[in-house]
T-cell receptor
Framework: AQKVTQAQTEISVVEKEDVTLDCVYE???????LFWYKQPPSGELVFLIRRNSFDEQNEISGRYSWNFQKSTSSFNFTITASQVVDSAVYFCALRGGSNYKLTFGKGTLLTVNP | GAGVSQSPRYKVTKRGQDVALRCDPISGHVSLYWYRQALGQGPEFLTYFNYEAQQDKSGLPNDRFSAERPEGSISTLTIQRTEQRDSAMYRC???????????????FGSGTQLSVL
């Protein structure tokens, strides 16, 4: 069985603060993929990043960075110098082995205040 | 089209009515998925199509729910005799390859918000 836990239900920060969204996953598969999606107030789900289980290199994309720690089964997401436009619900998701089903966490609502 | 299109955007219906939700995937995408997202939750898998074949319907809650994709493109999710507990956001997603390519990202539509009164 697969499980994704996003323990932070809501986070509120002031613009320009750094913020980290936590994601812990469970899977018995040796090969799996981790994803982050953003759901802005408009409601669509926007793909942010995909990481496979064999690549533990951290990734940076502009103000976004991801820290994959296989030893702790975590795939945390950091936004540096947050902006109001970053306000959204962020979902971490897992897809394992040959299973095409994407398992989502419950999401973290991030509010960035001006 | 440029993205996954779902219609209607909002659907309000009375308990006991049937509803049909439409999904138009990205042109050429082989795989199509339906997910349901309750308020405050992440999306949950309902069913998966590879071309026109429904390969997995294990996530459909009960036999009031059905889906089809007759020509391997547009898909319809039908809920018969709707109940209040069916109220949720129904999301469609597509991806270019077959479902076995687990590394593929899914392209999601904006969803249909269903409210059953």
């Amino acid at each position: 069985a697969q499980k994704v836990t996003q323990a932070q239900t809501e986070i509120s920060v002031v613009e320009k603060e750094d913020v980290t969204l936590d994601c812990v996953y469970e899977t018995r598969d040796t090969t799996y993929y981790l994803f982050w999606y953003k759901q802005p107030p408009s409601g669509e789900l926007v793909f942010l990043i995909r990481r496979n289980s064999f690549d533990e290199q951290n990734e940076i994309s502009g103000r976004y960075s991801w820290n994959f720690q296989k030893s702790t089964s975590s795939f945390n997401f950091t936004i540096t110098a947050s902006q109001v436009v970053d306000s959204a619900v962020y979902f971490c998701a897992l897809r394992g082995g040959s299973n095409y089903k994407l398992t989502f966490g419950k999401g973290t609502l991030l509010t960035v205040n001006p | 089209g440029a993205g996954v299109s779902q219609s209607p955007r909002y659907k309000v219906t009375k308990r006991g009515q049937d509803v049909a939700l439409r999904c138009d995937p990205i042109s050429g995408h082989v795989s199509l998925y339906w997910y349901r997202q309750a308020l405050g939750q992440g999306p949950e898998f309902l069913t998966y199509f590879n071309y026109e074949a429904q390969q997995d319907k294990s996530g459909l809650p009960n036999d009031r729910f059905s889906a089809e994709r007759p020509e391997g493109s547009i898909s319809t999710l039908t809920i018969q005799r709707t109940e209040q507990r069916d109220s949720a956001m129904y999301r469609c997603a597509s991806s270019p390859g077959t479902g076995g390519a687990t590394n593929e990202k899914l392209f999601f539509g904006s969803g249909t918000q269903l409210s059953v009164l």
